[in-house]
């Protein structure tokens, strides 16, 4: 007999919301609601007025919610019955009617997950003119288990299995916010919860904004791989880079070494200038510069300082890298995340994706203090070349024992008056 009683009201509540007809209202100024609960979750509305004078309302469809979030409502299949208008705008539906009117629409997204059960709310009138009473009636496909509703004066479950509720002298402008909990699993739950649309709102967190931080994460471990592996001893390089016995490496040149080793580039190539026979005992100029001179040291022959020239040549031939590229690219980067945090959290939000690029760049801006100075092909030159065997004791490998920090064979270069000559030549050009 019990599942009987159920089971006939069950097809008494499908039946009585199926009809989705209300009852004319029979006062003036009051309003009559049916609502219906369909299977898919969304929640059939038809609702007749009566007013006395042309009354307006707004059915918004963002409604404030905890933590800085909105809940997004959206209304489909609006039909209007007797004298009235009805339009979207933006976030918001507004609705006039004169007389006797129903309204009929479908709302998605008023089924929320609580944890042990669902919970379907809704805001009703909100007309500007005072009612005198409003009537409604729920029907869902299982039977409410709870029921609120903040302006009503009455709210319960009644013989039939309908939900309904009663409020009497609504004023200007007041709505009925009714609240309906039903079992876990009557319907798929389909709220939409977005950041508010203000400036804390922005930096809600989000899943695309899960996915920038995971994706930072990532990005951090895989700098730190790089960073360690960048800081590893290099490889071995191709041909020409022999230690026993020492042999001069293919391209490589004394002020290379020189530089490398943080010496003084500019005596060794001049070193090197005068055994090739470019420079005299004294400094002067022997030959004018030609193809075989790289572009710092023509710039030893003519009486210059390298500078940045040779960092230059051995940032080209992938032995240094590039001092402050990669940190002016953090730099770089960290500016364009600024901006866009701004531009973000001024718009659509999700400014915290603007947060991870900053930090991003920060990130690389920090770690390019760490890279070493010279590239993995840079520290393997120095290693192959930091303990040979053996020097020739010739003069062709002096400007090389000097760039090495290696006794200078004694050979027929006068190598220490070259040098005092190396020096004048200093003091005339930065006096």
Avoid at 3 to 20: E, I, K, P, Y
Avoid at 231 to 255: I, N, Y
Wanted: charged residues 20%; hydrophobic residues 45%.
């Amino acid at each position: 007999m019990r599942w009987l009683c159920a089971l006939l009201l069950v097809l008494v509540t499908t039946g009585t919301a199926d009809a989705q007809e209300p009852p004319l209202p029979t006062l003036p100024d009051s309003a009559e609601i049916e609502m219906k609960l369909q299977r898919d979750g969304s929640l059939s509305v038809a609702e007749a007025v009566s007013v006395s004078e042309p009354a307006t309302r707004t059915i918004p469809l963002r409604v404030p919610s905890a933590r800085n979030r909105e809940r997004v409502y959206s209304i489909r299949d609006l039909a209007i019955e007797g004298a009235g208008t009805a339009e979207q705008t933006g976030d918001a539906v507004r609705v006039t009617v004169r007389g006797t009117t129903t309204i009929r629409y479908t709302v998605d997204g008023v089924v929320r997950n609580v944890g042990d059960h669902l919970e379907v709310s809704w805001q009703l009138t909100g007309w500007n003119a005072a009612l005198t009473l409003v009537r409604a009636s729920f029907a869902a496909p299982r039977i409410a288990v709870g029921v609120r509703c903040d302006a009503c004066t009455a709210a319960q479950n009644d013989q039939t299995g309908l939900t309904r509720f009663s409020a009497q002298r609504l004023d200007t402008g007041g709505r009925l916010h009714i609240a309906v909990d039903l079992p876990p699993g009557t319907v798929a739950a389909n709220a939409r919860l977005e950041p508010a649309r203000t400036l804390a709102g922005a930096f809600v967190f989000t899943a695309p904004v899960a996915a920038g931080w995971f994706a930072f994460g990532l990005l951090l471990l895989a700098g730190m791989a790089a960073l360690w592996r960048t800081r590893r001893e290099g490889e071995p390089l191709p041909s020409g880079f022999t230690a026993e016995p020492f042999a001069t490496p293919d391209g490589v040149l004394p002020g290379h070494i020189a530089l490398l080793r943080n010496e003084d580039a500019e005596a060794v190539t001049a070193v090197d200038l005068a055994v090739r026979g470019y420079l005299g005992p004294a400094g002067e100029r022997l030959h004018d510069a030609d193809d075989q001179l790289t572009g710092f040291e023509r710039r030893v022959l003519d009486g210059e300082a390298p500078g940045d020239a040779v960092e230059r040549d051995a940032i080209r031939r992938g032995w240094l890298r590039s001092p402050g590229r990669a940190r002016r690219a953090g730099i770089r980067i960290v500016c364009y995340g600024l901006f866009l945090t701004i531009v973000l959290a001024l718009t659509v939000g999700y400014a915290q994706l603007g947060v991870v690029l900053t930090l991003a760049g920060a990130a690389l801006a920090l770690g390019a203090r760490f890279l070493p100075s010279t590239t993995r092909r840079g520290r393997t030159l120095l290693r192959r070349l930091a303990d040979p065997a053996e020097l020739p004791a010739t003069e062709r490998f002096a400007p090389y024992a000097l760039a090495l920090g290696r006794p200078v064979p004694a050979t027929a270069f006068a190598l220490g008056e070259f040098l005092v000559a190396l020096r004048d030549r200093r003091r005339t050009r930065t006096g």
